[in-house]
């Protein structure tokens, strides 16, 4: 296991405090998802083994357009969905590429819109993520300064 660095403190500190307002879904969420999906990816629906490393939880708004982690954000989709093919892509299209016809796509499109809306906030509010990005951006930047401090004590240490 590697050792923690700077960057890797500075990362998990971010992490953690993102972790405030956004946590990550519970085991339990987890569980709903994998029930509620009945272990298949929402996309392909290829049979995946919860016990295997192929089972992704992929957000249907990206964190990147201001997408919560939110379990009703998320979907059960296979590694390779996922990971290959879908990339930045958006569900909605990556589901109608990926349908071998059109009463597949309405079928997979209804079971995960029919998940989303069993709690209907999947993006956080624009005015609360400026505030926390600022506190946020307020921590690291004390951060980064505590950093500063400890090199410049760690070079008066005589051994």
């Known amino acids: 296991m590697a050792k923690d660095t700077v960057s890797i403190a500075k990362n998990k500190m971010y992490r953690s405090l993102v972790a ?8 339990a969420e987890k569980a709903e998802l994998w029930k509620y999906f009945e ?8 049979d995946i083994d919860p016990k ?3 089972g992704h939880l992929d957000h249907l708004i990206s964190s990147a ?3 919560a982690n939110n379990i009703h954000n998320i979907v059960l989709a296979c590694a390779h969905c996922n990971g290959d093919e879908k990339r930045e892509e958006s569900w909605e299209s990556f589901l109608k590429r990926k349908a ?3 009463l ?8 995960i819109e029919n998940w989303s809306a069993r709690s209907p906030v999947t993006t956080l509010n624009s005015e609360f993520s400026a505030e926390a990005e600022a506190i946020i ?11 500063k401090k400890m090199r410049a004590l760690h070079l008066n240490i005589t051994y």
């Open 20 to 27: 405030i307002y956004d946590r990550h879904p519970t085991k």
């Open 39 to 46: 272990s298949r990816c929402a996309y392909c629906n290829t």
């Open 52 to 54: 295997s490393r192929m």
């Open 65 to 67: 357009k201001a997408g």
């Open 100 to 102: 071998v016809s059109p």
């Open 104 to 111: 597949t796509h309405e079928a997979r499109r209804t079971k």
């Open 137 to 147: 951006k307020e921590a690291l930047e004390n951060f980064d300064f505590s950093v």
